[in-house]
């Protein structure tokens, strides 16, 4: 700090007459709900005041720490307990915590022996703020020109942005097909026992779930891997999505079933080329919902995708054997994908990509993202007349200030309540646009997240983050495709792609978009999905320590707003129908593809090819100990993951006695550590074993009597 | 965390069902035979959840048990594992067919009371049960509660028959300070048409 320049002196009223006061009564029991955890001493935000952009708050130092506060310029709690002004939610819109990055200005002076603080944050630009902290009197403390902020978890600010898309790579056409004992369950809708068959595989029917638990009852052997056919184009999406949870969480529930793989075929679901059509978009739901049941249980569930089933039986056939979990056949000749990073166009040039003259509609454009793409359509892509859903329209908090605001930027604004998936409600509002400023694109930024693991998802649950997404893009479809020239622009996530943990619903939702966007292009109208990564002023701001790192690990971090915006544009300069515009977390890249998606092995920077090591394997460790130090290793290693999956830097501290829950373990982060243990042990652990033996010194006993 | 539950159509309704003695009477006639009818009272409670959207209900029953002899073993002293799942069906039955009557709660409020004597007893039964006892029940009057936590409606299709998944939380307690609780699934086999 530099404390040669006196800090100015702000004299004013105290707290600011015209400011209003901020709840913080539960300050830091929601930053610890976020992974920021404060202990007692550190805990000094007393209150808080909010004027327009401003806020103001009162800090106190610890009684127990006052007798040192003389000793000091300014005591590092106090001035800790200024900072957290800087954490406080925001007034409308997004709450992402955000923490300090870079100081400029620092000028540390005046009064020293402070015990109370009154600070005043100002923003200064969009990722910084400005400090100006005087004490309880109003005389100068200190004051800081510009603390740029940004989300915590490491990593430069800005860096990581990545515009990528899927690609499919071909494989080598399979010499044999395999031999396994195949068993097919369901009805066969897309031929595929016959195809089986013809490549001379031996297939066991089961007709249904029953049929295969009495098999199974009667002694038939376990199959090794059992193939379902998802259903044919003509199915609705609720049918088959809720189908295929049905069949995941039945495989998952069957202990019998644990060292079986259950393969999802569908005919159509995905797009293996630009320009493919996708007529099978509910098999496209199933796809990405398996995409998240296969990040939460690797090894169990695959998915392969045919062209035609009666070419494809040899390459089905050995498919079902690769071990692959995601495959798609075209003529024969199996591919999987792989995510990519898109070269920048080839031409910069800003030349708008819709009619200045038309209107464009943006579903969810009074939320938090939907407000930040409004500003960024209208400053860069030339857009003067925005027409803006919202369910409620007018009554959402800030809809009158982004109006007037987006006004000033020189575009005509209109509002809607309007729910886009209730289709007439949606069609009153396309109908009431005037002939004159004709709609030229629609953005669709609705959506809701309901996350859960799949073993805890029910239909209502997909229902709820189905409709907004999956429905409403359907309707602004079906509503639009008269309307020459018209672009759909569907704001889908790449959880739809990568399959993310916990988001099997919405996975299935938005790979639903994508297939959509792909429809759409291959019957000639124009149509663009990007599959999202995380936005810290968006889904993510309800996130804590242990969601961002497992985030992380899995190689995408948060975007910043700037971020998303600039691959926003981006993205709008490109042709294609899909593109997954993401933050990638550079460090887990740098960590080899074995932490990765498999869908993004081919981002890690290339040098590594294994995950990165936790030291020699855990069983040929402990052969080389006594029994009292193979209790102790497995217990470290327990508690290093246990550590690992919540977030933390490191096992100290961690109560191996502590139930799970009360450290913070969810579903999700349950999940996880049964994954990375069964991983690391080579045990094949039920999905309860946390449950069972729920800390860690248990845990860790029973692994050491199963590895003993 | 409770769940909470859509109404379908219509503005939410919360609620208080007194306790329905014809009703009651009616869902513990399997046990009067075997001498344990344990519930004596029950209120059905259908409450805005006050952590969810206004439309949103929470359905749940608060209950009042007697138990004046072991159904099945001499007397243990305590409230136990065996009285606890006796208890909570005798809840469940009665939560309902409450909520059939009163039509409060989907799918229930599709159902008539037919299809509710069709099938409590052989097509509705526990598929997961949790119990843990904190402290000891000893007395033989005590109270319990259920709520709903979720209510899964699934489908029939090729693979599976229709099914209705119910996740309930429930607790017991008396007067002495023991206390008991935990969480149960049932399921509904065979649930009428869910578009009826």
């Known amino acids: 700090m530099d404390e040669t320049t006196p800090v100015t002196t702000e004299t004013a009223e105290w707290p600011p007459p015209d400011a209003d006061p901020v709840d913080t009564a539960d300050l830091y029991a929601r930053l610890a709900e976020r992974g920021f955890r404060y202990g007692p001493a550190f805990r000094g935000l007393r209150a808080a005041w909010r004027r327009g952009d401003e806020l103001f708050a009162e800090i106190a130092l610890d009684p127990g720490l006052s007798g040192a506060a003389a000793s000091y310029l300014l005591h590092p709690a106090l001035f800790d307990g200024a900072l957290h002004t800087t954490l406080l939610p925001a007034a409308t819109g997004p709450d992402a915590p955000r923490v300090p990055f870079v100081w400029r200005g620092v000028r540390l002076g005046g009064a020293s022996g402070a015990r109370e603080l009154r600070v005043r944050v100002a923003p200064d630009g969009a990722n910084a703020v400005s400090l100006t902290v005087t004490d309880g ?45 195949l068993a097919f369950l369901g009805t066969d809708h897309l031929g595929v026992t016959g195809a089986l068959k013809a490549a001379g595989r031996r297939v066991e029917l089961y007709p249904s779930l029953r049929a295969l638990d009495d098999g199974l009852r009667a002694g038939d052997a376990v199959p090794e891997t059992v193939v379902v056919s998802c259903t044919d184009e003509a199915a609705e999406v609720r049918a088959a999505t809720q189908r295929a949870l049905v069949l995941i969480q039945e495989w998952l529930a069957d202990e019998r079933l644990a060292g079986s793989r259950l393969v999802f075929v569908t005919q159509g679901a995905v797009a293996v080329r630009d320009g493919d059509d996708v007529p099978d978009l509910a098999g496209a739901a199933v796809w990405g919902m398996v995409r998240s049941a296969q990040s939460e249980h690797p090894g169990r569930f695959a998915l392969v995708d045919l062209d035609d089933t009666g070419s494809s039986g040899p390459a089905l056939a050995a498919a079902v054997d690769t071990g692959e979990a995601q495959l798609a056949v075209r003529d024969g000749r199996p591919s999987r994908p792989r995510l990519t990073r898109v070269p920048p166009a080839a031409t910069s040039a800003a030349s708008p990509r819709w009619d200045p003259a038309g209107t464009v509609l943006v579903t969810g454009g009074l939320g938090a993202l939907g407000a930040l793409v409004a500003r960024r359509l209208v400053r860069e892509h030339g857009v003067r007349r925005l027409l803006l859903l919202g369910r409620r329209g007018d009554a959402t908090p800030g809809a009158a200030g982004l109006a007037a605001e987006l006004n000033g930027l020189g575009a005509d604004v209109d509002i809607a309540a309007c729910d886009a998936a209730d289709r007439p409600a949606l069609e009153r509002v396309l109908a009431a646009i005037p002939a004159e400023r004709p709609l030229v694109a629609v953005v669709h930024a609705a959506g809701v997240v309901d996350d859960g693991t799949v073993t805890a998802l029910t239909p209502r649950r997909f229902e709820r983050v189905l409709r907004p997404k999956a429905d409403a893009a359907l309707n602004l479809h079906e509503l639009t495709e008269h309307l020459p020239g018209c672009e759909l622009v569907l704001f889908s996530s790449v959880s739809g792609i990568a399959g993310g943990a916990g988001q099997a619903n919405y996975a299935a939702a938005n790979a639903f978009l994508d297939a959509l966007a792909h429809r759409r292009r291959a019957t000639g109208l124009p149509g663009l999905s990007l599959a999202w990564g995380l936005w810290e002023d968006g889904m993510g701001t309800g996130l804590g320590a242990a969601d961002l790192t497992r985030l992380r690990r899995s190689g995408l971090a948060p975007l910043t707003a700037d971020q998303g915006l600039d691959l926003l544009d981006a993205a709008l300069r490109q042709d294609r129908a899909v593109l997954a515009p993401v933050r990638l977390d550079e460090s887990a890249l740098r960590a080899g593809p074995g932490a990765l998606p498999e869908v993004m092995a081919d981002l890690a920077v290339s040098g590594r090819t294994v995950r990165p090591s936790d030291g020699p394997d855990l069983r040929e460790r402990l052969a080389h100990l006594s029994g009292a130090e193979r209790e102790d290793v497995v217990l470290e290693f327990v508690r290093a993951q246990v550590a690992d999956v919540l977030g933390h830097s490191s096992p100290d501290g961690l109560d191996p006695a502590r139930e799970f829950g009360e450290l913070g373990m969810d579903s999700l982060t349950t999940v996880e550590l049964n994954r990375r243990l069964a991983a690391r042990t080579g045990l094949r652990l039920p999905a309860t074993v946390a449950f069972d033996h729920p800390s860690a010194a248990r845990l860790a006993g029973h692994l050491h009597r199963l590895l003993s | ?153 699934w489908d029939a299709s090729d693979i599976r028959d229709a099914l209705v998944v119910i996740r309930t939380t429930c607790r017991f307690w008396d007067e002495h300070g023991g206390d008991s609780h935990g969480e149960v699934t049932a399921a509904i086999l065979n649930p009428p048409p869910s578009g009826g």
């Open chain 1, 137 to 181: 009197e109003g005389r100068p403390v200190a004051s800081v020109a510009s603390l740029a902020l940004r989300a915590p978890g490491g990593g430069r600010s800005g860096a990581g942005a990545a515009l990528l898309r899927l690609d499919w790579t071909a494989l080598a056409r399979p010499s044999v097909p395999g031999t396994g004992a």
């Open chain 2, 1 to 153: 965390m409770a769940e909470v539950m859509e109404r379908p159509g219509g503005a939410p309704a919360p609620a208080r069902y007194p306790d329905d003695r014809d009703l009651l009477t009616q869902v513990l006639r399997p046990y009067r035979a075997k001498r344990c009818e344990y519930l004596t009272s029950a209120e059905l409670t259908v409450e805005r959840d006050p952590a969810g959207p206004a439309d949103q209900l929470r359905v749940g029953a608060a209950c009042t048990f007697e138990i004046p002899e072991s159904c099945y073993i001499d007397d243990t002293g305590h409230f136990n594992a065996v009285e606890f799942n006796i208890c909570f069906n005798q809840m469940f039955y009665y939560l309902v067919a409450k909520a059939v009557k009163e039509r409060v709660v989907a799918p229930f409020s599709r159902w008539d009371m037919d299809d509710f004597w069709t099938r409590q007893l052989g097509e509705i039964l526990i598929t997961d049960l949790r119990s843990a006892f904190r402290t000891q029940m000893r007395g033989r009057l005590f109270q319990g509660e259920i709520q709903i936590a979720d209510v899964a409606e």
